[in-house]
T-cell receptor, first 112, second 110 residues
Framework: DTAVSQTPKYLVTQMGNDKSIKCEQN?????MYWYKQDSKKFLKIMFS???????INETVPNRFSPKSPDKAHLNLHINSLELGDSAVYFC???????????FGPGTRLLVL | QKEVEQNSGPLSVPEGAIASLNCTYS??????FFWYRQYSGKSPELIMF????GDKEDGRFTAQLNKASQYVSLLIRDSQPSDSATYLC??????????FGAGTTVTVRA
């Protein structure tokens, strides 16, 4: 059973397009996250939701809009994709602030 | 100043040796500390967490925390080729957010 899953695994698209990435966790966690890992492998948090409520929004362009329909799902919609959006996007989930976070397999986004 | 800094590496060690990874953090109020391992093309996976000053051992891995010096380290004993990966230090400030270092790439030479 996959604990944290993401779709799609790979996404290749043109500049200016709109795309979505979906994340689901079956761990019963109440907090979910989106991270971006750039080409230098630096992993940086973008958003966090706790019980469907946005609690972290880390200076991310408003072209990025997360949505959490329920505690087990967190989606990321990106409008007007730019070349600099090319990266690996990881979803993660956790139980409480001091607990570990479990990462999904990542979505590799390439904007041409 | 970056929130979490790691020695840049890459770190190359012979098989069977000890690999020593270092991490410093800037927020003195940080509560919990994590080491993640990331193989190339894969997602980060947790290998150790530590909350209290001192050492914590798990198999071949030992995490060391010194809050006064704002320093956390990871020792990998009897290094194996399968330990070759990037190791990410992460710090939690009790605000739902993990701050990651840039990672140290370790290569274990057979």
């Amino acid at each position: 059973d996959t604990a944290v899953s993401q779709t799609p695994k790979y996404l290749v698209t043109q500049m200016g397009n709109d795309k979505s990435i979906k994340c689901e966790q079956n761990l019963g966690h109440d907090t979910m996250y989106w991270y971006k890992q750039d080409s230098k492998k630096f992993l940086k948090i973008m958003f966090s939701y706790n019980n469907k409520e946005l609690i972290i929004n880390e200076t991310v362009p408003n072209r990025f809009s997360p949505k959490s329909p329920d505690k087990a799902h967190l989606n990321l919609h990106i409008n007007s994709l730019e070349l600099g959006d090319s990266a690996v996007y990881f979803c993660a989930s956790g139980l409480a602030t001091q607990e570990t976070q479990y990462f999904g397999p990542g979505t590799r986004l390439l904007v041409l | 100043q970056k929130e979490v800094e790691q020695n840049s590496g890459p770190l190359s060690v012979p098989e069977g040796a000890i690999a020593s990874l270092n991490c410093t953090y800037s927020d003195r109020g940080s509560q919990s500390f994590f080491w993640y391992r990331q193989y190339s093309g894969k997602s980060p996976e947790l290998i150790m967490f530590i909350y209290s000053n001192g050492d914590k051992e798990d198999g071949r891995f030992t995490a060391q925390l010194n809050k006064a010096s704002q320093y956390v380290s990871l020792l990998i004993r009897d290094s194996q080729p399968s330990d070759s990966a990037t190791y990410l230090c992460a710090v939690n400030n009790n605000d739902y957010k993990l701050s990651f270092g840039a990672g140290t790439t370790v290569t274990v030479r057979a």
